[in-house]
């Protein structure tokens, strides 16, 4: 796993844009997709490199690029500062920093536009879990180019979407995205409830939408084993492996 130093490259607008730390897994073979994953709150990019490695998808051609969340916040459980995308309270999802998660998606943007430049946005998925999940979801529907599809585990959903879509809905070339949610059971941080919202809301955009329930708790792509190697197989046109076992209960919209 290789590591990026700090820049500053240019955005739309607004000055120059922080570059953002990353760690990146490179395939072991030729180069045929990429997915850029953003962890959670109190994480880094050996959370979700863990999850990638899981999946072995560096064997299947996947570049995997990591992330690391620029901003620090007290945590609510020992006061000390750590790692998010934007300060939040996640006893209350409800509620969101929209500035603070508009200026994340800034630097976020340069660096998928960076990624799609090497491998093209049809073979570019945003993956990302709880706080993470929010981000990928918003950065991927405001995207101007059509991507591959976008992975979220433990997703709560913003309380005013549309206010973070320009024109109050998705990009255009992003209207159909193909979105997998997968959900604890048992998660008591971020319930249930808010990813099956999401998951209503994409459905009644348009978008297909794969839900997979699972029995765990708040735990980073916990239980994934067939169903997200499936839908990364199906939205980048390359095989990716899956384990045999049969997962939880599932349901594609």
Same mark, same amino acid.
């Given at each position: 796993?290789?590591?990026?130093?700090?820049?500053?490259?240019?955005?739309?607008?607004?000055?120059?844009?922080?570059?953002?730390?990353?760690?990146?897994?490179?395939?072991?073979?030729?180069?045929?997709?990429?997915?850029?994953?953003?962890?959670?709150?109190?994480?880094?990019?050996?959370?979700?490199?863990?999850?990638?490695?899981?999946?072995?998808?560096?064997?299947?051609?996947?570049?995997?690029?990591?992330?690391?969340?620029?901003?620090?916040?007290?945590?609510?459980?020992?006061?000390?500062?750590?790692?998010?995308?934007?300060?939040?309270?996640?006893?209350?999802?409800?509620?969101?920093?929209?500035?603070?998660?508009?200026?994340?998606?800034?630097?976020?943007?340069?660096?998928?536009?960076?990624?799609?430049?090497?491998?093209?946005?049809?073979?570019?998925?945003?993956?990302?879990?709880?706080?993470? *999940?929010? =981000?990928?979801?918003? #950065?991927?529907?405001?995207? /101007? +180019?059509? @991507? !591959?599809?976008?992975?979220?585990? &433990? $997703?709560?959903?913003?309380?005013?979407?549309?206010?973070?879509?320009?024109?109050?809905?998705?990009?255009?070339?992003?209207?159909?995205?193909?979105?997998?949610?997968?959900?604890?059971?048992?998660?008591?941080?971020?319930?249930?409830?808010?990813?099956?919202?999401?998951?209503?809301?994409?459905?009644?955009?348009?978008?297909?939408?794969?839900?997979?329930?699972?029995?765990?708790?708040?735990?980073?792509? *916990?239980? =994934?084993?067939?169903? #997200?190697?499936?839908?990364? /197989? +199906?939205? @980048? !046109?390359?095989?990716?492996?899956? &384990? $045999?076992?049969?997962?939880?209960?599932?349901?594609?919209?």
């Amino acid at each position: 796993m290789s590591a990026a130093g700090r820049g500053g490259p240019q955005g739309d607008g607004g000055g120059p844009v922080r570059r953002l730390e990353r760690e990146v897994i490179e395939p072991a073979g030729p180069h045929r997709a990429t997915v850029v994953w953003l962890h959670g709150v109190g994480q880094g990019p050996a959370d979700l490199a863990a999850v990638a490695d899981r999946l072995g998808l560096a064997a299947a051609g996947v570049r995997g690029v990591f992330p690391r969340a620029p901003v620090e916040a007290p945590s609510l459980l020992t006061g000390l500062p750590v790692p998010c995308w934007f300060p939040q309270n996640l006893f209350t999802p409800d509620r969101i920093d929209t500035p603070g998660l508009l200026a994340v998606l800034r630097p976020l943007t340069v660096l998928l536009r960076q990624e799609t430049e090497r491998v093209g946005a049809a073979r570019t998925v945003v993956a990302g879990f709880s706080q993470g *999940a929010t =981000v990928a979801v918003t #950065l991927s529907l405001r995207h /101007t +180019e059509p @991507l !591959a599809g976008a992975a979220l585990y &433990a $997703p709560f959903l913003p309380p005013d979407l549309t206010a973070l879509l320009p024109g109050g809905r998705p990009a255009p070339a992003n209207a159909r995205l193909p979105v997998w949610i997968g959900h604890g059971a048992r998660d008591w941080i971020v319930p249930e409830g808010n990813g099956a919202g999401l998951r209503d809301l994409l459905t009644s955009w348009g978008h297909p939408v794969t839900w997979q329930r699972y029995p765990g708790g708040h735990e980073a792509f *916990a239980g =994934v084993r067939a169903s #997200l190697p499936r839908f990364l /197989t +199906e939205v @980048l !046109a390359t095989p990716v492996p899956r &384990a $045999p076992d049969p997962e939880p209960s599932a349901r594609a919209g």
